[in-house]
C-alpha cells in the first residue's frame, strides 16, 4: 500500500527524475532487464551512459566504448577526462549548478580524443536526477556529427562560393569595358608620345591596367570555369613547359629550379591549358615566398607514381606557412602578401582545376620551414600515344577568307569610349572605320555594303551578337564581311564556340588595339625612337 501511495500525483514531493537504476543495472549486466532492452541500448548508433556527481562512468553501451577504444571493464567506474583531452573536468564541473538547477542541457559540444588527438563534434543531451536539490546521477547522450557538421559547412561554402562567383562575374564583365577603353588609349598615346618621358609615364599606366585586366580574368576564372577539352596527358612533357620559360626569371632572383622525374609515368586526362596554368600558379606562389623572405633559394619539382595516383611534387625552401594559415591559402581573396601583391585568387583557381580533374592538392609546411605542394592526379584509364600539346593562349577559328589588310572596318558597340578607342587606333593602322551603336544600325550599314570586317560587342542591348550575324549571314550570304566578337563574359561559351566553327573570331576583353589589329591583318605603326618592335598576341578563346 505504501508503494502505491507513494506514486499516487498528489503525493509526489518533486517534479525531479528519480534515481535511473534501471538503465545504470541495464549496462552494468542485471539479470532481471530484458536482454532485448539491454540489446537495443547496446546497437544505438550514439553514445548512452551515466554519470555519477564526480564524473565516473557508472554504465556504458558499445558505442560509448567504441569512441573511446575501451572495454567496459577498462571504463566503468572511471572518469571520462581519463580518456578525453578537452573539455577537462573542471570544465564539466563548472556547469553543474547550472544542470541541477534546470534539469536537462543540450548542446554541440567539441571533443578531443587522447586515443588519436582528433578534435570531433558532439551532439549531446545531459538529464539531471536530483535527490535534496544534489545531483545524484547523470544521464546523459552523444552523437557524433563530425562528418555531418562537415557537410552543413562544405554546402554553406559552396553556397557562399556560388554566390560570390555570380557577384564577381557580374563586375568583372562591368570591368572589361573600362580597361579596354584603358588599355586601348594608352596604346594610342604611347604610340603618339612625343618624348620618351610621356612614353614611360604612358607604359605605367598600361602596367597597372594590364594587372587589372589579369585580376578581371582570375574573377572570370574563379566564377565561370571554362569548359574543358581533355585528352591523354604525359604530365612530365607538361610540367617542362610550365617550368622552362620561368628559369630564366627564377635565375635572375637567385632561385634554383631543379626538376627530376619518374620514369614511364602513366598519362592523366586532362585539359592541358587548365592543369599548365594551375601548375604556373603554384610556382610564381612558391617564387614570391621566397623573394619576399630571402635573396635566394630553390625550388624542387619532382612526378612519381603514388598510390595510382601522378605526384607532382613542388617543395621550396621558402618561410613556409604558419599552422593557422595552411587551412586558409585556398579560400578566395586570402593572401599574406602586402597590398597589391596578389589578388588572392591564384590557389584558389588551382585547387578548384585539381579537384575538377579528379584530384586533390596537399600541403606540407611549417613556419620558417619551407613548403611542399604535392599535386595529385588520378591516372587516365586507357592511357593512348603521347599526345602532342599546347599550351598556348592563342586558339585560332578555322579557315576563312580574310583580306591582308581590311581597308574599311564596321565597329559595333553600346560603349562610346570602345568605339573611339577602336575607331582611332583603327584608323592609324590606315584603315577606314564606320561605327554603330546599335544591331539595327549595323544592319542598316551592312546592306549598303563594302565592308570587309565588322568588329562587334557580343552582347548589346537591342539584339545579340549571335542574332546579328545570323541576320547579316541570311541576308549578305556570299557578301558577308569577316565578323570579329569582342567579349567581356564567357558565360556563353557554347554560341561562341558554335560560331568560332563558323569562321568567326573572339576577342576577350580587355585587349590591346595591337592585338585587334593584327588579327584584322592590319599594319601596325613603326614604334618610337628607342622603343623596340612590339609583336601583338590577340587573346582569342
Not at 171 to 200: F, K, M, S, V
Not at 338 to 354: D, E, K, Y
Request: charged share 25%; net charge positive; proline share 6%.
Amino acid at each position: 500500500m505504501r508503494a502505491r501511495s507513494a506514486n499516487k500525483p498528489g503525493n509526489r514531493k518533486s517534479s525531479a527524475p528519480s534515481s535511473p537504476a534501471p538503465l545504470s543495472q541495464e549496462t552494468g549486466g542485471d539479470s532481471h532487464a530484458p536482454r532485448s532492452y539491454r540489446e537495443l541500448i547496446d546497437n544505438l548508433d550514439q553514445a548512452v551512459f551515466t554519470l555519477s556527481p564526480d564524473g565516473k562512468v557508472r554504465a556504458a553501451n558499445r558505442c560509448l566504448r567504441e569512441i573511446l577504444g575501451v572495454t567496459s571493464r577498462g571504463l566503468i567506474g572511471r572518469r571520462l577526462d581519463e580518456f578525453v583531452e578537452s573539455p577537462t573536468w573542471e570544465e564539466a564541473r563548472s556547469l553543474l549548478p547550472q544542470l541541477a538547477k534546470a534539469g536537462f542541457w543540450a548542446g554541440a559540444v567539441p571533443v578531443r580524443l587522447k586515443k588519436d588527438g582528433v578534435l570531433r563534434r558532439f551532439d549531446c543531451r545531459f538529464r539531471a536526477f536530483v535527490k535534496g536539490g544534489q545531483i545524484a546521477a547523470i544521464i546523459a547522450t552523444a552523437r557524433d556529427v563530425t562528418e555531418a557538421k562537415a557537410m552543413e559547412q562544405q554546402l554553406a561554402r559552396s553556397e557562399k562560393f556560388a554566390a560570390m562567383g555570380q557577384m564577381l562575374a557580374g563586375a568583372a564583365h562591368e570591368l572589361n569595358n573600362p580597361l579596354t577603353a584603358i588599355l586601348g588609349i594608352a596604346d594610342l598615346l604611347r604610340e603618339r608620345a612625343a618624348n620618351d618621358a610621356t612614353r614611360r609615364h604612358v607604359e605605367i599606366v598600361l602596367q597597372q591596367a594590364r594587372r587589372a585586366a589579369t585580376i578581371v580574368q582570375d574573377l572570370l576564372a574563379f566564377s565561370r570555369p571554362q569548359p574543358q577539352q581533355r585528352t591523354p596527358l604525359q604530365l612530365e612533357e607538361l610540367v617542362k613547359q610550365v617550368v622552362e620559360p620561368q628559369r630564366a626569371p627564377f635565375h635572375e632572383k637567385n632561385i634554383r629550379v631543379n626538376f627530376r622525374s619518374a620514369p614511364d609515368l602513366p598519362h592523366v586526362e586532362g585539359d592541358g591549358k587548365l592543369l599548365a596554368q594551375a601548375f604556373l600558379n603554384i610556382i610564381l606562389n612558391a617564387q614570391q615566398a621566397i623573394s619576399a623572405s630571402r635573396g635566394e633559394g630553390s625550388l624542387d619539382i619532382s612526378l612519381a607514381l603514388r598510390d595510382g595516383k601522378v605526384r607532382v611534387t613542388f617543395a621550396d625552401n621558402g618561410p613556409g606557412i604558419p599552422a593557422d594559415n595552411i587551412k586558409k591559402i585556398f579560400d578566395p581573396f586570402f593572401t599574406t602578401k602586402r597590398p597589391g601583391g596578389g589578388s588572392g585568387l591564384g590557389l584558389t583557381i588551382c585547387l578548384a582545376v585539381i579537384k575538377d580533374h579528379g584530384g586533390r592538392i596537399e600541403v606540407e609546411s611549417s613556419a620558417g620551414g619551407g613548403a611542399a605542394f604535392h599535386v595529385l592526379l588520378p591516372v587516365a584509364v586507357e592511357p593512348s600515344a603521347e599526345t602532342s600539346l599546347d599550351v598556348s593562349p592563342v586558339s585560332e577559328a578555322p579557315s576563312r577568307s580574310v583580306p591582308s589588310r581590311p581597308q574599311t572596318v564596321l565597329v559595333v558597340d553600346d560603349e562610346e569610349s570602345i568605339l573611339q578607342m577602336v575607331r582611332e587606333g583603327l584608323s592609324a593602322r590606315g584603315m577606314k572605320v564606320e561605327t554603330a551603336k546599335t544591331c539595327q544600325a549595323a544592319l542598316s550599314r551592312l546592306a549598303r555594303g563594302g565592308f570587309d570586317a565588322v568588329v562587334c560587342d557580343f552582347h548589346l542591348p537591342d539584339l545579340s551578337g549571335e542574332k546579328l550575324f545570323e541576320r547579316a549571314s541570311g541576308e549578305l550570304q556570299d557578301l558577308l564581311p569577316r565578323f570579329v566578337f569582342m567579349t567581356g563574359d564567357l558565360s556563353d561559351s557554347a554560341a561562341l564556340e558554335g560560331l568560332r566553327r563558323k569562321g568567326v573570331s573572339i576577342l576577350q576583353k580587355p585587349f590591346r588595339l595591337s592585338a585587334l589589329a593584327a588579327l584584322l591583318g592590319a599594319s601596325t605603326p613603326d614604334p618610337g625612337p628607342g622603343e623596340p618592335a612590339r609583336s601583338a598576341e590577340p587573346r582569342l578563346v
